[in-house]
Structures are given as C-alpha cells and as structure tokens.
T-cell receptor, first 114, second 116 residues
Framework: AQSVTQPDIHITVSEGASLELRCNYS??????LFWYVQSPGQGLQLLLK??????LVQGIKGFEAEFKRSQSSFNLRKPSVHWSDAAEYFC????????????FGTGTSLTVIP | GAVVSQHPSWVICKSGTSVKIECRSL??????MFWYRQFPKQSLMLMAT?????????EQGVEKDKFLINHASLTLSTLTVTSAHPEDSSFYIC????????????FGNGTRLTVT
C-alpha cells in the first residue's frame, strides 16, 4: 500500500539551529518525492522535489533533502533555521507518470523560538 | 508567481446555501485537477479528481451530490458545496499538474469555508 509517514507531529527549534524533518514512504513503483510548506491559512508551496539523479536535492529557502532508497526515506534539512520558517511541512509521494494523485504525510508543525 | 489560482480565499455562508469555489490553472492547460479538504492540524485529504470534459472521480466517503465538481475547460474546475452545513466548514485546496514534462503538482492558496 502507498503511504507516507512523518513521525514527528511537532518540532521546536531555536532560530539559527539546524533542522531535520523526517519522512518515510511506502510506494510500489518508482517514487517521485516532494516536500511542501504551508503557512497558516495558505495553500501549499513546493520546497523541492526528487525524480531521479543526485539523491541530494536543493530547494528554495535554503532547504535540502536526501533520498535514501535503502531506508525509504526523504528527510528535509536546513542548516540554520529562520523565524520565518515556522509553518507546517508536508512530505508527499507521487507516481512516476503524470495525472495521478499524491499521497501526503500528516505533516510536521515547526515552531521556531527566537 | 502563482500558477494555480483559487477563488475565493475565504467565504462565510449560511446553512442551507450553496457555495462555489473556482480553481484555475494560469500558465498551462490541466486536463486533471484535484480537490482536497484539510481539517485543522491535519493533512490534506483527497476528495475527488476533476477530469476535463467528463465526470469527476470521487474518493470513498465523499458525497457526490454534496460536492459537485465541474471541469468545463482545460483551465477551470469548480467545486460547489451544496446545501452547506456547519460540518462542511473546512479549508478546501485545489491542485493541478502541468502535463508537460516532470512538473509537480501546483496548489492553489485554498479557500476557508465557514458555514454559520
């Protein structure tokens, strides 16, 4: 069965500290992996995506993620968190072909302490 | 800039009335759009897949007669919440994918529906 697990419901970090948000997936085919960020009352903004090639992908706002096939993981990282990074983060997995639905994780809420 | 536009961003309606939410793809033609519902502090739940020129495909448990979806053109899908009730209050988000290349899903900014 297809699924995405984000083990951490809520994470609190201090501004300037490093961040890692975990994502594990179960998918029967070649996965396309994504991280989205959602600010309160807003839609989702794509941070980064992985289709193939280099397993370390760079995204916007200084985020990066590493695809580890052996661990079925796609963890999101940022070396130094800014207060504006406080938001909800969703990991998603989709099919390798176009037009079909995504499976979303339940999200990780990030709080940044000044 | 935004490639998927959703309107309105928020709406308040009285119980028993109907509300229409629009989702437009701005830079591409989308044969397929997706409608999600998000409860507070929860993830997105796919409600239905909107197919241009044909009937929408609804997920299990979603009432077809309550959530009417129309995808009359390649750039516009609408979700109409009919005879709304307070329990329909939620955040509704649409998404669409540019069929060219390996484009990811683009999301609208969502619509906050409050039924009084």
């Amino acid at each position: 069965a297809q699924s995405v697990t984000q083990p951490d419901i809520h994470i609190t970090v201090s501004e300037g500290a490093s961040l890692e948000l975990r994502c594990n997936y179960s998918y029967g085919a070649t996965p396309y992996l994504f991280w989205y960020v959602q600010s309160p009352g807003q839609g989702l903004q794509l941070l980064l995506k992985y289709f193939s090639g280099d397993t370390l992908v760079q995204g916007i706002k200084g985020f990066e993620a590493e695809f580890k096939r052996s661990q079925s993981s796609f963890n999101l990282r940022k070396p130094s968190v800014h207060w504006s990074d406080a938001a909800e983060y969703f990991c998603a997995v989709g099919p390798s072909n176009t037009g079909n639905q995504f499976y979303f994780g339940t999200g990780t809420s990030l709080t940044v302490i000044p | 800039g935004a490639v998927v536009s959703q309107h309105p961003s928020w709406v308040i309606c009285k119980s028993g009335t109907s509300v229409k939410i629009e989702c437009r793809s701005l830079d591409f033609q989308a044969t397929t759009m997706f409608w999600y519902r998000q409860f507070p502090k929860q993830s997105l739940m796919l409600m239905a897949t909107s197919n241009e020129g044909s009937k929408a495909t609804y997920e299990q448990g979603v009432e077809k007669d309550k959530f009417l979806i129309n995808h009359a053109s390649l750039t516009l899908s609408t979700l109409t919440v009919t005879s709304a009730h307070p329990e329909d209050s939620s955040f509704y988000i649409c998404s669409a994918r540019d069929p060219k290349g390996n484009s990811p899903l683009h999301f609208g900014n969502g619509t906050r529906l409050t039924v009084t």
